[in-house]
């Protein structure tokens, strides 16, 4: 079975390093972008799993980008987030539970009460 690959779209450094180790250390490869731009590339070009999208990037908007990535891969779960902070570790454990149970969503709720 193939690793997972996340596509995680987050313009701070400091950010984005917290969130690819945290990614890495549940079992996902981590395609790291900084600008909308750049993630839709990767989006187009790179298999994904599954996205985790900050809502505030340079370039535009993170709703702007999850609307022109569902357009492009419709079928891929898109995350959409505002900053990091000490929600952060249960986004990240709803999302990895959504891409792990994606075709029974109700697991996810039973994995998140474990």
Do not use: W
Not at 78 to 88: H, K, N, P, R, W
């Amino acid at each position: 079975m193939s690793i997972p690959k996340v596509l995680c779209v987050e313009n701070h450094p400091e950010y984005m390093g917290a969130l690819k180790y945290m990614l890495e250390a549940a079992g996902y490869e981590v395609m790291p972008a900084t600008t909308g731009e750049q993630a839709l590339q990767l989006l187009s070009t790179v298999p994904i799993d599954g996205v985790l999208l900050e809502d505030d990037l340079p370039d535009t908007t993170g709703s702007s980008i999850r609307t022109e990535m569902k357009q492009i891969k419709p079928d891929v779960p898109v995350l959409l987030f505002t900053g990091i902070g000490s929600q952060t570790p249960f986004l990240l454990r709803f999302f990895d539970a959504y891409l792990r149970n994606c075709q029974r969503a109700e697991a996810v709720f039973e994995d998140l009460e474990a």
